[in-house]
């Protein structure tokens, strides 16, 4: 399996498809430089061909892009930034301007997954934006914020748009935020559960803040994608809500 440089990928100003200017993250240009990013075929796979360069968590076997949506202030960029630089963005709320991405490697099951995590604005003035990119992304993060109601009603929305602009068969979980604040909270677990249940896709909830289920979330998301994209013949299926429900149940807590 060949290994490939994960770079710092393309310029965060530019997008991954037509190369156009999009917008800045809180007013700040994209940091990423000019990367290495290879060409990654549609279902996430690099070239077999060639024998793995190096172990160092710059290399990766397979690349997916995923893909942060939710109303805005439910806690995209944050839980991107806990999984990426493990920190939380305390201190004023900075709303995301058009698009931005981060990349990380992870190690699943003996095999390095580059995910490229485009964290969106939720506010609806960039919604054309957000759209350009659905079709690319191999898998989708859907947040609303457990203290903020009208961000949970707005979750069929979303999934109707969802439904609209990303491929078919594109890997989604549902992500109740903010799971810490106990006394703000409005929505129940069980609600997010019944309605992750209506709509048939796996569901968790996270916090930003503390770091509950930020990591789970994204391996397990990276779980599927590997399992889809390398279909061994005689591996059993991987079911990703059974998965996150084991991980929670074996990391002793309710959450
Ligand atoms: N208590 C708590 N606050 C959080 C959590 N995640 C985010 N926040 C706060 O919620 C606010 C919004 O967080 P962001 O991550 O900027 O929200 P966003 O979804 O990126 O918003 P847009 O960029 O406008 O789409 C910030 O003030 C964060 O500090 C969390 O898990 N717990
Ligand atoms: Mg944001």
């Given amino acids: 399996m060949s290994r490939k440089k ?3 990928g393309k310029n965060a100003n530019t997008s991954p498809t037509t190369g156009s200017p999009i917008g ?4 700040k240009s994209g940091k990423c430089t000019a990367g290495t990013g290879s060409v990654v075929q549609a279902n996430g796979v690099v070239d077999p061909s060639r024998p793995s360069l190096s172990n160092s968590s710059e290399f990766y ?7 942060l949506v939710g109303d805005s202030g439910v806690g995209k960029t944050c839980l991107l930034v806990r999984f990426k630089d493990r920190a939380f963005l305390a201190g004023s709320f900075i709303s995301t301007v058009g698009i931005d991405f981060r990349n990380k490697v992870l190690n699943i099951d003996r095999m390095k997954v580059k995910l490229q995590i485009w964290d969106t604005a939720g506010q609806e003035r960039f919604r054309s934006v957000t759209h350009a990119y659905y079709r690319d992304a191999n898998a989708l993060l859907l947040l609303y914020d457990v203290t903020n109601r ?11 748009e969802i439904h609209d602009y990303a491929q078919q068969d594109v890997v989604l979980m549902l992500l109740g935020n903010k799971a810490d604040a106990t006394q703000q909270r409005v929505v129940k677990r069980e609600d997010g559960e019944r309605l992750a249940k209506e709509f048939g896709v796996p569901y968790m909830e996270t916090s930003a803040k503390s770091g509950l289920n930020v990591e789970l979330a994204f391996t397990a998301v990276a779980k599927e994608l590997k399992h889809r994209s390398m279909k061994e013949p005689n591996e059993p299926k991987f079911k990703l ?5 084991k991980e929670i149940k074996s990391a002793g807590c309710a959450c």
């Fill in 150 to 160: 009208t961000s949970f009603d707005n979750i069929k929305a979303w999934l109707t």
């Fill in 241 to 245: 809500q059974d998965y996150v429900n």
């Fill in 61 to 67: 076997d397979i690349a997916f892009k995923v893909m």
């Fill in 24 to 27: 800045k993250q809180n007013g």
């Fill in 6 to 8: 994960a770079g710092k």
